[in-house]
């Protein structure tokens, strides 16, 4: 019996390690694969081969286990976009992408609390959002605005799928609307703090991104305050988070929208 327990546990040991290797491998070798080939196909492949499982059910749980995991997904395509971005030499951005992806995949996607699933949502607006500026720019415009729904329509039920609220589909679809409405009439003036900024790191922020990601806080935050008080809802217990997100989001807008951040990206 002493044999068997022993057995059994290095045998736990042994997949928890090789789980590890092998979330580190893929995190690292997304970003590996795409700057040295230069196309973000390959990296993109691997993200969708990893998560095999959403194909391994029966069809009609299919599109409930896509819905379930596009959080993650939205992540790990957007860390391959971001580094096929950079180009074919490696610069600090791909070392923070390399980094950043094996720590999503190990310690922050498996959470499930209530603020963790905040978090993994503000994350996958951040990076999904700053993709999609990126690599639309130049494009039609109708392709920025039907992702940017996409991400948020996403993001908003990764949140309330955890909470008690069990009719949350309006919510998420008026969320990605209003995504989709700031994306297209940002459109327009597409302002990227980039080298400037950030020295030569090859880091690229869309002001984009740190609006949606501070509206998406600002919005779940409420909604899930909607649902703990119910009957009970006052303003005052979201106006703190509400204040914070316009002034924020002013600042950003009046004083950090000077044409000399735009740049013409690739």
């Known amino acids: 019996m002493a044999d068997y327990v022993l057995a059994r ?7 928890s390690l090789m789980h590890v290797f092998m979330n580190i491998l893929l995190g690292v070798g997304v970003v590996l ?3 040295l080939s230069g196309s973000p196909l390959i990296g993109i ?3 969708l081969v990893s998560k095999w499982r959403i194909f391994a059910v029966r069809s009609r749980y299919f599109f409930l286990n896509l819905k379930s995991n596009l959080v993650d997904m939205i992540v790990g395509i957007s860390v391959v976009l971001l580094a096929f971005d950079g180009g074919t030499e490696f610069q600090v951005s791909d070392i923070i992408l390399m980094v950043f992806y094996p720590i999503w995949l190990l310690f922050i996607k498996p959470l499930s609390s209530e603020g963790a699933t905040l978090a993994q949502s503000l994350i996958a607006v951040f990076l999904g959002i700053s993709a999609v500026t990126i690599m639309t720019a130049g494009l039609n415009s109708i392709l920025l605005v039907i992702l940017s729904f996409l991400i948020g329509y996403s993001a908003s039920r990764h949140v309330l799928s955890q909470s008690n609220d069990k009719d949350f589909t309006l919510t998420t679809l008026v969320c990605g609307l209003v995504f989709a409405e700031i994306a297209w ?4 003036w597409s302002i990227v703090y980039t080298y400037n900024n950030f020295g030569i790191t090859g880091v690229k922020i869309p002001q984009l991104a740190i609006i949606l990601t501070i509206f998406a806080f600002v919005y ?3 909604r899930q305050a909607m649902i703990k008080y119910r009957d009970d809802f006052r303003f005052v217990h979201i106006l703190g988070p509400v204040v914070f997100g316009l002034v924020l989001i002013g600042v950003i807008v009046i004083f950090f929208s000077d044409p000399r951040f735009t740049i013409l990206i690739k």
């Open 45 to 47: 492949l691997l993200v």
């Open 9 to 15: 546990k290095s045998r736990n040991i042994a997949s």
């Open 33 to 35: 694969i795409t700057v």
């Open 220 to 222: 779940n935050y409420a």
């Open 185 to 188: 009439l940002s459109n327009s």
